[in-house]
């Protein structure tokens, strides 16, 4: 009886002197607030996003406004209370940050949803423990999270995609000749529809994962793919020219073009006809 009381006195201390109360270590979706707000915002513009633990979900429409939807969720509710959102206009760029409260600590974050005009560049998204996606953009976009999948549909523009710990699924439209696209994983698949690659060309990589690249029967790209323990299957073996074996494909399919490079340690890569 006296090692339990003991124990409690210790871990009420421990807690006393983080600055937070018990319930802090308890379910993080337990107490939730929403936020939304818009403000206006016009085509061109530029999005940057940081938060953490917590998905960001971005889609682009026809409205020359940005609206965002937010969910905060902690452990308590004065955590709730001290997390905060902040949205800050400047120029032609918006800004939100999710900002995590100093005195405290335990289980916290923020899910977006957010609504921009289809050519709002994506500077920088940024999240950690959450899923990226975005779709119906016309404008480059730079995505990053730490441990979460990533995925773009109906992306018009370059793309820079990286997690460490997820799959990533990017459709790739109407690339521009000076844009290039760049994602990269650790631990996860890679699967990338394009209806062309432009002259910045495209760089794939996972270290734990396969690799799936969807090109159109006409497609002009110079490729080089290698992976350590699986095979390469090319279904452009008709126009393509090079060294083809079972774990390296390297030279020209159609008449040759923007580089296309695909690499993983640990998994497949096929190259496919759309």
């Excluded at 997820?166 to 000076?178: D, M, N, P």
């Excluded at 062309?196 to 490729?223: C, M, Q, R």
């Amino acid at each position: 009886m006296m090692r339990r009381f003991l124990a409690c006195v210790l871990i009420a201390g421990l807690a006393a002197l983080a600055g937070c109360d018990l319930e802090a270590f308890g379910d993080a979706s337990r107490y939730q607030e929403d936020f939304h707000q818009a403000l206006p915002m016009k085509a061109g513009g530029r999005l940057y996003v940081e938060t953490f633990n917590g998905s960001v979900d971005i889609s682009g429409w026809d409205r020359e406004e940005a609206d965002v939807t937010a969910t905060k969720y902690a452990s308590t509710q004065s955590a709730v209370d001290a997390l905060k959102i902040d949205v800050a206009p400047s120029g032609d760029s918006i800004r939100i940050r999710s900002i995590r409260p100093s005195e405290r600590w335990g289980n916290m974050g923020v899910r977006y949803t957010i609504r921009v005009p289809r050519k709002t560049t994506l500077e920088r998204i940024q999240t950690s423990n959450g899923s990226i996606d975005v779709s119906n953009l016309d404008a480059p976009a730079r995505l990053n999270t730490s441990n979460g999948a990533v995925r773009a549909d109906a992306v018009r523009g370059g793309l820079e995609a990286s997690t460490s710990n997820g799959s990533i699924r990017a459709v790739a439209t109407g690339v521009e000749s000076g844009q290039s696209l760049r994602l990269s994983t650790s631990n996860g698949s890679v699967e990338l529809t394009v209806d062309k690659v432009g002259a910045g060309g495209a760089v794939v990589h996972t270290s734990n994962g396969s690799i799936t690249v969807s090109l159109p029967e006409s497609a002009s790209v110079d490729v080089d793919a290698s992976t350590s323990n699986a095979r390469i299957t090319n279904e452009f073996e008709d126009s393509f020219r090079g060294r083809a074996d079972r774990r390296r494909l390297e030279g020209s399919i159609g008449s040759g073009g923007p580089r296309l490079e695909l690499s993983t340690s640990n998994g497949s890569i096929r190259l496919r006809k759309r």
